[in-house]
């Protein structure tokens, strides 16, 4: 019920407590510290969130881990432990067979030509609903979304790059959530070049 009232702080010290005082299975144990992990992010706890997701994924096969230590990695690009937050997206990175520009010039470059191409190809996409979606490609647009908004503060030009990338890679996938927030991060950088018709359009 803690979290359904967005006492997160409370929710978090309940999943803590189950999972000192029961025994259970590993997928269960894993599923605790997922939800425990959640819990700690909303609570403004990102450290702390990324340690349980990390434990969850030593709890897990190969495609939940990798997803899991995005969540892990994730939780602290957004909380603003960069350093660390960069060193752990560079491994799931590439554990994907993804990597960030090397300089801010290459990241330049390489959202110019994607921003070329999604001007090509335009904005349209074809439903698959998440049940149909294998972990990993779900993973694949997730981190995009997370380096983009991760770094968005700090990194322009890798941030815009990941930006392109994500929306890319959701109409791709055709996962509606996803969609609606890739089209809503698309508005949103028109808006930022002032292009508020086209951005209004969108929303």
């Known amino acids: 019920e803690a979290p359904a009232t967005l006492d997160f702080a409370r929710a978090a010290e309940l ?19 997922t939800a425990l992990g959640h ?13 349980e997701f990390a434990l969850a994924a030593q709890e897990s096969d190969a495609t939940t881990a990798l997803e899991l230590r995005r969540r892990a990695a994730d939780a602290l690009l957004r909380g603003g432990y960069m350093a660390e937050g960069l060193e752990a997206t560079r491994l799931v990175l590439s554990q994907l067979g993804m ?8 990241a330049l470059a390489s959202m110019l030509l994607r921003r070329a191409w999604l001007w090509l190809r335009g904005l349209g996409w074809r439903r698959r609903d998440l049940g149909q979606i294998p972990q990993l490609e779900l993973t694949r647009v997730d981190v995009c979304e997370g380096v983009a908004l991760g770094l968005a503060n700090v990194d322009v030009y890798r941030s815009a790059d990941f930006c392109t990338r994500f929306i890319l890679a959701a109409l791709r996938l055709g ?15 028109l808006a930022v070049q002032a292009r508020t018709r086209r951005a209004t359009q969108l929303l």
């Not at 990597?99 to 290459?106: E, V, Y």
């Open 39 to 51: 819990a700690l992010g909303r609570a403004g706890r990102p450290v702390e969130a990324s340690s």
């Open 15 to 33: 999943y803590r407590l189950a999972l000192e005082l029961g025994t259970y299975t590993p997928e269960a144990r894993q599923k605790l510290r």
């Open 99 to 106: 990597r960030l520009a090397r300089t801010p010039g290459r």
């Open 175 to 189: 996962e509606p959530s996803r969609v609606v927030r890739a089209i809503a991060l698309e508005a949103d950088l």
